[in-house]
């Protein structure tokens, strides 16, 4: 099984708005990530968690916030976002926190008004 | 710095219209070159992983090869249901080696 769950498939929050993003995967994989991918762009990689820690920040804004509460979950915690942060966001992991295969979710679409 | 250019950016084929789709990489010490298929607002899903020139794999109608320099995703007989945009991806031995690189996609459509 090669599952990546994420929740919610949609959301639409305000400016002012906290939300949360959740990922989930039962691999037994140890790295997972965050991405966020722009109409017709590639992801782009936000976030990455080798062994429930923090091991890369890609200078994402601090209104992003990550959390590894253990090792088949990944959050993502939304506050003060922007417009322009409206996006499709993507979790993947894999077995290891170097070249490995990446197994995605089927993603979170954003919307910010 | 790891690059890939994806060609061509857009494709359309008949339906049994086999054609292939080129991914170009320049990459320092290859660990892996990673094809995926992306569906309008869903996340990529795993096609292939290729580690060394000469590989090939294959997985129902399609077919996944590797050069020192670039890859191939070979499409046969295409069917409306292979519409998708394929993506192409390395990580490289320099850096944050498990950080991928992505081409920009193809994107092909299959008219029945």
């Known amino acids: 099984d090669t599952e990546v769950t994420q929740t919610p498939k949609h959301l639409v929050m305000g400016m002012t708005n906290k939300k949360s993003l959740k990922c989930e995967q039962h691999?037994?994989?140890?790295?997972m990530y965050w991405y966020k991918q722009k109409a017709k762009k590639p992801p782009e990689l936000m976030f990455v968690?080798?062994?429930?820690?923090?091991?890369i920040n890609e200078s994402v804004p601090s209104r992003f916030s990550p959390e590894c509460p253990n090792s088949s979950l990944l959050n993502l915690h939304l506050h003060a976002l922007q417009p322009e942060d409206s996006a499709l966001y993507l979790c993947?992991?894999?077995?290891?926190?170097?070249?490995?295969?990446?197994?995605f979710g089927p993603g979170t679409r954003l919307t910010v008004l | 710095e790891d690059q890939v250019t994806q060609s061509p950016e857009a494709l359309r084929l008949q339906e049994g219209e086999s054609s292939s789709l080129n991914c170009s990489y320049t990459?320092?010490?290859?660990?892996?070159l990673f094809w995926y298929r992306q569906d309008p607002g869903k996340g990529p899903e795993f096609l292939f992983t290729?580690?060394?020139a000469g590989e090939e794999k294959e997985k129902e109608r399609l077919k996944a090869t590797l050069t020192k320099k670039e890859s191939f995703l070979h499409i046969t007989a295409p069917k409306p249901e292979d519409s998708a945009t394929y993506l192409c991806?390395?990580?490289?031995?320099?850096?944050?080696?498990?950080?991928?690189?992505f081409g920009r996609g193809t994107s092909l459509i299959v008219h029945p």
């Open positions: 993947a992991s894999s077995q290891i926190a170097g070249p490995d295969t990446q197994y």
């Open positions: 691999m037994g994989h140890r790295a």
């Open positions: 968690y080798s062994y429930e820690k923090l091991s």
């Open positions: 990459v320092s010490g290859l660990r892996g």
């Open positions: 290729l580690y060394s």
């Open positions: 991806a390395v990580q490289g031995a320099s850096g944050g080696s498990y950080i991928p690189t």
